[in-house]
């Protein structure tokens, strides 16, 4: 089975507009965490935002909003106000604990379209 | 502060070559991670070190191997290159391994195998 799961290969948003990024995961680790991340057409992979699986609130960082829901598994990603520059592959990942240590998991991706 | 970098930027081998990839963490950080990015697809984790030795591997055939460096810089060696081989090859650092901590990348050396 899949650890991490983004069932949307392709969005489209408007300008201005909030977007939301499905991930759900697969772990029995209680101790993990899920991660964002954002791959321009020029590769470099771009840290957004950071969930551990005992944080008690919602990570946020600027207008990125991480929609985490423990009981279904899911870290969606939220972003809010889109940007013609946010076009890009978004990828959602997790680190579980030591029985795979230093291993992320990564999804296959969505990729995002802002449109004018 | 430097980030992480990766040396080549880009890489053309013919089949049965060796690689040699470099990644340069940045200053503090003492794991280093390695992933393998094919065309289109997601990452696969590849290998990681951390003060010097490989603490975990992931699911790629032993001519794929490394080393890390007193000065936590590492190489990442391909050896009897194939033409799946051909994928952005990712570099990525961190101060120490938890489920927490963020991992930062370098911008990647593409390996395209011939």
């Known amino acids: 089975a899949q650890k991490i799961t983004q069932t949307q290969p392709g969005m489209f948003v408007q300008e201005k507009e909030a977007v939301t990024l499905d991930c759900t995961y697969d772990?029995?680790?209680?101790?993990?965490?899920l991660f964002w991340y954002k791959q321009p057409s020029s590769g470099e992979m771009i840290f957004l935002i950071y969930q551990g699986s005992y944080d008690q609130q919602n990570a946020t960082e600027g207008r990125y909003s991480l929609n985490f829901q423990k009981a279904r598994k899911s870290a969606n990603l939220v972003i809010s106000a889109s940007q013609l520059g946010d076009s890009a592959m978004y990828f959602c990942a997790m680190r579980e604990g030591p029985t795979n240590a230093g291993k992320s998991t990564f999804g296959d991706g969505t990729t995002l379209t802002v449109k004018p | 502060e430097a980030g992480v970098t990766q040396s080549p930027t880009h890489l053309i081998k013919t089949r049965g070559q060796q690689a040699t990839l470099r990644c340069s963490p940045i200053s503090g950080h003492t794991s280093v991670y390695w992933y393998q990015q094919a065309l289109g697809l997601g990452l696969q984790f590849l290998l990681w070190y951390d003060e010097g030795e490989e603490r975990n591997r992931g699911n790629f055939p032993p001519r794929f191997s490394g080393r890390q460096f007193p000065n936590y810089s590492s190489e990442l060696n391909v050896n009897a290159l194939e033409l799946e081989d051909s994928a952005l090859y990712l570099c990525?650092?961190?101060?120490?391994?938890?489920?927490?901590?963020?991992?930062?990348f370098g911008q990647g050396t593409r390996l395209t195998v011939v």
């Open positions: 990525a650092s961190s101060l120490v391994h938890a489920p927490g901590p963020e991992a930062f």
């Open positions: 772990t029995s680790d209680p101790s993990y965490g």
